[in-house]
Nanobody, 120 residues
């Protein structure tokens, strides 16, 4: 199983980025998908999750109102639209898949990560 994340980069504070994650899961639409992140010298933390159908989403308080998670089951892809970025959003972002269909609790699979750097 591969979760290939892309779309990271360097952006100024207040800017936007859109992360994508292409999954090689055979039954992609049976998995909840999500994003975690890890900043330097910090613990890995949950960012957002989306149910198998896309009908239910959840977010960390720190990103609510700024980030939007979505998915396209026809393309086996999940997205994270990040707006109003702040320097504290700087981290490596990881795409995850959880066989729990409605949310992400303990991911079954992790992607390789994509770096997001927000300059002040």
């Amino acid at each position: 199983v591969q979760l290939q994340a892309s779309g990271g980069g360097l952006v100024q504070a207040g800017g936007s980025l859109r992360l994508s994650c292409a999954a090689s899961l055979v039954n992609f639409d049976s998995y909840a998908m999500g994003w975690f992140r890890q900043a330097p010298e910090k613990e890995r933390e949950f960012v957002a999750a989306i149910s198998w159908s896309g009908g239910s989403t959840s977010y960390a308080d720190s990103v609510k109102g700024r980030f939007t998670i979505s998915r396209d089951n026809a393309k086996n892809t999940v997205y994270l639209q990040m707006n109003s970025l702040k320097p504290e959003d700087t981290a490596v972002y990881y795409c995850v898949a959880d066989s729990l269909t409605h949310t992400v609790v303990v991911p079954d699979y992790w992607g390789q990560g994509t770096q997001v750097t927000v300059s002040s």
